[in-house]
């Protein structure tokens, strides 16, 4: 799916293979909604991943939370095609961190990208399916790496790193899609696994259930012309309509927030027509929680004006809109112009906000504790808001040890719980803190790590446990 083209030989063959996109003149404007920017989060699959990555870095300060399903660090390709087939898929030779990390800080510094103070504040949840056979799971370990080096000691439950799932190279749903350890179809697979559920509540903390019955809201198709400074959406590599899951609440102005999911190669809707909009779970969440869902959406080109293609309809996580990406980079960085698009339709559809802060799910005395996920070694809790908390206390039971004690604080509404056994049950409480005090304990949940995953050395043929 993540597949990668260098500079054709023949631009003739290619211009006669990808032909110009057809315009959708009519495709209407993106209306604004009451939407608070500052609660925007990312998530992507693939080609997706990387720009979620990306897009999170560069504008980290509007964005709370990222989910990347297979995908690798920031700057991993270093602007080179050669080096997003070899190191960024395959893992051969690894990411250079230390050197990916100085270009970061280097961009920082000169303010091509927002401070990466900011990734302390951030909720990321990361993904690879240990049938996965397009990208290795050594990258995914290196965009944890990443991350781990901009967050604090005290914030690396921040992160929760979910490897102990079945499935191949996709976006994993409940009951949508091929086989669990299918690497091609649509590269959306049914693992019985709700991964935009997860993705969301590590994110913005418990949320009311999924609407799996009529949603209120609708997909609606816009123009992404208005948003490519004067250029053509081709020109960037972009379909001329893009698409928004908008519930009805946010039709009618309350308040709200927006969740960006960004679409893998071969994902597009020129590919699969609106199935990853429709189906890839995101938007049974969205409706009962005041939640807008944004998917942009890519084109396949032939040749560019760079004489460079991108047949697949990836994301541009290796320079290929650049004329120089290696030596000059603006792909990755706030001016990319893919990231800038993004940005600018994120813009316009926050651009109504007229209230501080979204609607929280539930409020009570006390936090509403759940633990979503686990992995073989980690379990994931999240939890509601309590008014004027200033900061949250995390207690676990390990197993079979009947005291709780503390684990951790944090400020957000979830907390990954990392370094545990496998096949084993722990129990947890939080509470919340202010200046006044500690308040009540939630009601405590227990939560069973799953078993330890056996080594999977031909992913796609691996037993799906």
């Given at each position: 799916m993540l597949r990668v083209s260098i500079r054709p030989v023949l631009a003739l063959v290619a211009a006669t293979l990808f032909p110009a996109a057809n315009l959708h003149a009519d495709e209407p404007s993106l209306p604004a909604y009451n939407a608070d920017i500052a609660q925007t989060s990312i998530s992507g699959i693939s080609s997706g991943a990387f720009m979620a990555v990306q897009f999170g870095v560069a504008w980290s300060s509007v964005i709370v939370g990222v989910g990347a399903i297979a995908g690798g660090p920031f700057d991993c390709s270093e602007g080179s095609g050669a080096t997003a087939l070899s190191t960024c898929m395959g893992g051969q030779p690894a990411p250079d961190l230390p050197e990916l990390i100085r270009h970061t800080d280097a961009w920082r510094r000169s303010g091509d990208i927002d401070d990466t103070g900011n990734i302390a504040g951030q909720r990321i949840y990361l993904f690879s399916g240990y049938n996965d056979k397009v990208v290795a799971r050594g990258v995914s370990n290196s965009l944890q790496a990443f991350y781990a080096h901009y967050l604090p000691s005290d914030r690396r439950s921040n992160l929760f790193y979910q490897t102990a799932i079945g499935a191949g190279h996709a976006q994993v749903t409940l009951a949508y899609g091929g086989r669990c350890a299918d690497n091609g179809g649509e590269y959306i697979d049914r693992c019985g696994y709700d991964q935009a559920g997860i993705i969301l509540q590590h994110i913005y903390g418990t949320l009311s259930p999924r609407n799996d019955g009529a949603l209120t809201g609708h997909v609606i198709a816009f123009s992404q012309a208005a948003f490519t400074a004067g250029r053509k959406p081709v020109d960037d590599s972009l379909d001329d309509k893009g698409f928004a899951y908008v519930p009805a609440v946010c039709v009618a102005q309350e308040p709200c927030r927006v969740h960006i999911a960004l679409h893998g190669c071969l994902q597009s809707y020129g590919n699969i027509g609106e199935d990853f909009v429709?189906?890839?779970?995101?938007?049974?969440?969205?409706?009962?929680?005041?939640?807008?869902?944004?998917?942009?959406?890519?084109?396949?080109?032939?040749?560019?004006?760079?004489?460079?293609?991108?047949?697949?309809?990836?994301?541009?996580?290796?320079?290929?809109?650049?004329?120089?990406?290696?030596?000059?980079?603006?792909?990755?960085?706030?001016?990319?112009?893919?990231?800038?698009?993004?940005?600018?339709?994120?813009?316009?559809?926050?651009?109504?906000?007229?209230?501080?802060?979204?609607?929280?799910?539930?409020?009570?005395?006390?936090?509403?504790?759940?633990?979503?996920?686990?992995?073989?070694?980690?379990?994931?809790?999240?939890?509601?808001?309590?008014?004027?908390?200033?900061?949250?206390?995390?207690?676990?039971?390990?197993?079979?040890?009947?005291?709780?004690?503390?684990?951790?604080?944090?400020?957000?509404?979830?907390?990954?719980?990392?370094?545990?056994?496998?096949?084993?049950?722990?129990?947890?409480?939080?509470?919340?803190?202010?200046?006044?005090?500690?308040?009540?304990?939630?009601?405590?949940?227990?939560?069973?790590?799953?078993?330890?995953?056996?080594?999977?050395?031909?992913?796609?043929?691996?037993?799906?446990?």
């Open positions: 429709r189906h890839s779970g995101y938007n049974e969440w969205a409706d009962s929680n005041h939640i807008i869902v944004l998917y942009p959406q890519i084109q396949a080109n032939g040749i560019t004006q760079l004489g460079i293609t991108n047949p697949q309809a990836c994301w541009d996580w290796w320079g290929y809109l650049d004329a120089n990406p290696t030596v000059s980079p603006s792909y990755l960085l706030k001016s990319g112009r893919q990231i800038s698009a993004i940005k600018a339709m994120l813009d316009h559809l926050t651009s109504g906000a007229g209230s501080p802060a979204p609607p929280i799910a539930a409020i009570s005395a006390s936090p509403q504790l759940l633990a979503p996920d686990a992995s073989d070694t980690a379990i994931d809790l999240v939890w509601s808001a309590v008014p004027a908390a200033t900061s949250y206390d995390v207690f676990r039971a390990a197993p079979g040890d009947p005291a709780f004690g503390q684990i951790g604080a944090t400020a957000g509404l979830s907390f990954a719980d990392a370094g545990l056994k496998p096949s084993s049950l722990y129990r947890y409480k939080v509470r919340a803190s202010s200046a006044a005090g500690a308040g009540a304990f939630s009601a405590e949940v227990a939560k069973s790590t799953r078993p330890k995953v056996p080594p999977c050395d031909e992913p796609g043929s691996c037993a799906v446990r």
